[in-house]
């Protein structure tokens, strides 16, 4: 088995334990020490099961049984740049589907592979709760919207070629998947409040709702 060299054991400790020490009970903190040792390999790997067991004092078996259910978490290494399109229902009758059919020939790998330059990787990924941008693609978890098989794949060619990317909504510096996972192990990146929000189709609802002057019912204990 492959194990962290001193150096990096030290600091993924010391990363773990400021992670722990904000939950009541040590085992629930896998969530996001699991994103801690993704952040260190691009991927769980078993040196990252055995570090996590560890630390929460849990056997291997329930780590892995934690970290193959969820699809955030990756069972082999990731590109820089994680490259999800959304299939759902809403998105695909956009052009979701023929998006992920052209993207996936134009860069020549499919479902959870990456390029053999280690630059992208793929997922068909479902609803990320934007469907009022569909279709929508997502590069290391920040949002881009109102997507076509164009615009997606000169996006891949984009970041293939290290140019810089601004994400639609959100920060305006896209971070590599390696430094996304270490903001959702609960290291913030200072980013957070950065960038535009979601805005225009977001608020239609409203305004159509103030026009009318429509309000919400009354609970029936009201």
């Keep these: 088995m492959t194990t962290y060299s001193p150096e990096v054991r030290e600091r993924l400790e010391r990363d773990a334990k400021e992670i722990i020490g ?3 009970k040590t085992r629930s903190a896998l969530l996001p020490l699991l994103h801690l ?7 769980v790997s078993d040196a990252g099961q055995e570090f996590c067991a560890e630390m929460l004092g849990l ?3 329930e780590v892995v049984g934690v970290s193959t259910f969820y699809t955030m978490y990756k069972r082999k290494p990731a590109g820089e740049y994680h490259v999800g399109v959304c299939i759902n229902a809403l998105c695909a009758i956009m052009g979701g589907d ?20 280690g630059k ?3 997922e068909r990924i479902e609803c990320n709760a934007a469907c009022d941008f569909a ?11 109102n997507q076509t098989p164009e615009t997606a794949k000169r996006l891949v060619d984009d970041l293939r070629a290290g140019k810089e990317v601004t994400p639609t909504r959100g920060p305006g510096r896209l971070c590599s998947f390696k430094d996304a996972s270490r903001v959702l192990a609960g290291l913030p990146d200072g980013q957070a409040g950065d960038g ?5 189709p977001s608020l ?3 305004k159509i709702a103030k026009a009318n002057g429509w309000t919400a019912p009354k609970g029936a204990s009201e």
């Design 22 to 24: 904000r939950y009541p």
């Design 37 to 43: 040792v993704q952040a260190e390999d691009g991927y």
């Design 59 to 61: 056997s291997k078996a």
């Design 98 to 117: 023929q998006i992920w059919d052209e993207l996936s020939e134009h860069v020549g790998v499919g479902n959870g592979d990456t390029t053999a330059d």
């Design 120 to 122: 992208v990787s793929l």
């Design 135 to 145: 279709p929508v693609m997502m590069v290391n978890w920040e949002f881009f919207d």
């Design 196 to 200: 535009p929000s979601a805005a225009g």
């Design 204 to 206: 239609e609802g409203l």
